[in-house]
């Protein structure tokens, strides 16, 4: 009788145990989320010259499109953890510091422009797209340039960690025409390039180039021209070994389309004026955007652009 008592007791604290680590490995599975849970913090990385996508207003205050699509998935990531507050720490980055930033764990959710494409994919995961980008052109609205083939002999600016460059020299327009590189460390310092004179022509995602063109003290001096380079797809990054945090993050995205907010976050960030200058870019909402909504998926820049 003894024996069957020490039994008993035995297999419910077995099964109690059981029950216990179960519930603990479900809630707890993911890094991100211990570490959101544990601290009440989370780190987004953010763009400084990026608008409307992530760009500060000032004061050390960040915001843009997917700035605010992060903080709405974050909020849904905090309601899922039973948290009554959630911390936002905001942490600058770069085209070229970006990626080892969140796979060090120094960002947890990247909220910048970054594309989707094949090489990353290998070192950091993307979450499913809500904004797809033109690669385009921009030059001043009297340089005379309106194609690829008239920037023989020009100085091209981009900014430095950036693919458009290399786009630029893939097209198949672009063949025997030959032109220099200046490069920019950021978004804005690219466009100072343009602005300057000292390059003829700035190569970058069309929202950037708009938003860049609305913001200067002269909008009407610029112009977005040429052959569309490159379709994009600019996702949200997460670290590549926390698959339960990108579910999560996919999660809330389904959400936000689902209850349809993304129209009025286009609306906002693209068509109304904005901080701190209230500049107006001026994008309509691409059908290749708007499919995006339709049918959420991670689908890599080499989709998007298989002949």
């Known amino acids: 009788m003894k024996m069957n008592k020490l039994a008993l007791i035995s297999s419910i604290t077995f099964a109690l145990t059981a029950t216990f680590a179960g519930a603990t490995s479900a809630l707890a599975a993911s890094a991100t989320l211990d570490k959101i849970k544990s601290t009440g913090a989370v780190t987004m990385g953010v763009r400084e010259s990026s608008i409307p996508m992530s760009y500060t207003t000032g004061d050390s205050r960040f915001d843009g499109y997917h700035v605010e699509v992060c903080r709405m998935i974050l909020n849904d990531i905090k309601s899922k953890l039973g948290m009554s507050t959630l911390r936002i720490n905001y ?7 970006r990626v080892p930033l969140v796979q060090n764990g120094t960002v947890d959710i990247e909220c910048g422009t970054t594309t989707n494409n094949a090489g990353r994919a290998k070192d950091v995961s993307f979450a499913n797209t809500l904004y797809v980008e033109e690669v385009r052109i921009a030059v001043k609205a009297n340089s005379g340039i309106n194609s690829i083939s008239q920037l023989a002999g020009k100085k091209v600016a981009t900014t430095t960690g950036t693919t458009s460059v290399q786009l630029l020299r893939k097209h198949e327009k672009a063949n025997n025409v030959n032109f220099d590189e200046v490069y920019g460390k950021d978004h804005a310092d690219s466009f100072l390039l343009l602005e300057s004179g000292r390059a003829d022509a700035f190569v970058m995602d069309g929202s950037i180039l708009a938003g860049n063109i609305a913001s200067a003290k002269n909008p009407k001096d610029y112009k977005i021209v040429g052959e569309v380079l ?45 901080p701190p200058k209230n500049a107006v870019v001026g994008l309509e909402l691409s059908p290749a955007t708007k499919n995006a909504w339709a049918n959420l998926n991670s689908k890599p820049a080499e989709d998007y652009n298989k002949k």
């Open 91 to 97: 942490q600058p980055v770069t085209s070229q510091n």
């Open 230 to 274: 490159s379709t994009e797809p600019i996702a949200i990054m997460v670290r590549k070994d926390d698959p339960e945090f990108l579910a999560d993050v996919n999660s809330a995205i389904a959400k936000i389309v689902a209850n349809g907010s993304m129209p009025g976050l286009w609306n906002k960030w693209f068509l109304a004026p904005i």
